[in-house]
């Protein structure tokens, strides 16, 4: 078991493409490298356009994504394209049954 982690991505401007593209490929290059669980990962747009994606890290999987050169090229590559954004900025996160478009891994 790992730790299951929700994270918002904020697509700066002209990078939704970019973004989506990228999060399309993030989780199959943690499993590749034995970062992340073989659990089912979901992503989801927000109206504002934010990426919200869902997935499970392997036991001290951080610690190791941390050392790991190929995981800082693709950190380097959503920092050009995207901000982190914590969820209580993400409007949808306040309603009791938050509402996202679903985006095809």
Do not use: N
Not at 63 to 80: C, F, L, S, V
């Amino acid at each position: 078991m790992g730790d299951m982690v929700i994270v918002a991505y904020r697509p700066k401007p002209g990078q939704d493409e970019a973004l989506l593209a990228l999060t399309r490929e993030h989780v199959a290059i943690l499993r590749r490298l034995g970062l992340a669980t073989d659990r089912p990962c979901l992503a989801m747009r927000s109206r504002s356009g934010v990426i919200v994606e869902v997935f499970e890290w392997r036991d001290g999987a951080l610690a190791i994504a941390h050392q790991t050169p190929e995981i800082h090229q693709m950190w380097d590559r959503y920092a050009a394209v995207c901000d982190y954004a914590p969820l209580s900025e993400v409007p949808e996160s306040a309603d009791l049954f938050a509402p996202f478009q679903p985006i095809d891994l």
